[in-house]
């Protein structure tokens, strides 16, 4: 049996550091069965400092992401639910969020430009936005030229307003937080292009992403068009995936992702990545390779 005076040595060495849950000592206690006083207190002492230490360092917005549990107040609004009264309508309004991936681009002496088959394949994503039947409230797109291109594209298609697009220098592509798996290159190439891109791109999913006010009574679209990074990291961030995840998967260009936040703050996917309006041999999701001329 464990001392009284061991057990509180422990706890007290717990609440110093309190990165470490009490839990974790119940559970070292019962699998150590009878083992002497002495021995315990090595083995404990160990186990704490083998602790590993707190991941916030990456990513800001870490402490949002929880393990198995939804947050309820990501977006600080989970008042407007839970305040219903005569005063304060019921939320009801859904907002939709649609998001493009440019087309394919290639680099030119005057700067990245979208090819040919880059132009095609945001004229059959324009396609496939005007069979949706949707009324946009408002587009928004990256201000980099690929993106802008794509949207002008687009723009005509569904029939939208150019000057009504807005440009925001929030969505350029860039490298949102650290990869896990880690990206083919070196630490501190990572941790340069990290701190210069991380804040932008979590402020544009803090501009963007947030359940409708109780005042909002009909649903809302929001079209974005910008770049695979950011668009991966959006969607890790909205639906509470770790964001360091966002390499884990691809985007084709000219696909489609369409997230739907509900007036609970609930988040939800209808499809990511989607690219299924495109003939197979019209997929791209990198720069073409150039050709080397061999005469």
């Not at 464990?2 to 007290?12: H, K, V």
């Not at 060495?13 to 849950?21: D, L, M, T």
């Not at 739907?260 to 999701?285: F, K, Q, S």
Request: charged share 20%; with cysteine.
């Amino acid at each position: 049996m464990l001392s009284l005076s061991f057990t509180r040595q422990i706890i007290c060495f717990e609440r110093k550091n309190s990165s470490i849950p009490l839990m974790k000592l119940h559970g070292i206690w019962h699998s150590l069965g009878a083992i002497g006083c002495g021995s315990l207190a090595t083995y404990v002492s160990l186990k704490l400092l083998d602790q590993p230490q707190a991941r916030n360092e990456d990513h800001e917005p870490q402490e949002l992401v929880s393990k198995g549990q939804w947050c309820h107040n990501w977006d600080s609004r989970e008042h407007q639910a839970s305040n219903v009264g005569a005063k304060n309508p019921e939320p009801v309004a859904l907002r939709h969020i649609v998001l493009v991936r440019h087309g394919e681009y290639t680099s030119t002496t005057d700067g990245n430009h979208l090819t040919d088959l880059g132009r095609l394949q945001a004229h059959r994503a324009g396609q496939r936005l005007l069979e949706m039947g949707i009324a946009w409230d408002h587009v928004v797109a990256s201000t980099m030229t690929r993106a802008q291109e794509t949207a002008m594209i687009i723009l005509k298609q569904i029939n939208f307003d150019p000057l009504k697009l807005k440009r925001c220098e929030l969505l350029p592509e860039g490298t949102p937080c650290a990869a896990d798996p880690p990206q083919n290159r070196t630490s501190s190439q990572v941790e340069k292009a990290t701190r210069r891109d991380g804040p932008r791109i979590e402020a544009a999913f803090r501009r963007y992403f947030f359940r409708a006010s109780p005042e909002q009574k009909e649903d809302s679209y929001l079209l974005i068009i910008g770049h695979a990074n950011v668009i991966r990291y959006l969607v890790c961030r909205a639906l509470q995936f770790p964001p360091d995840a966002w390499t884990r998967f691809s985007l084709n260009h000219g696909s489609i992702t369409w997230l739907t936040i509900w007036p609970t703050g609930y988040v939800t996917v209808r499809c990511l990545g989607d690219a299924g309006y495109m003939p197979v041999n019209e997929l791209t999701h990198r720069r073409p390779r150039k050709s080397v001329d061999n005469n």
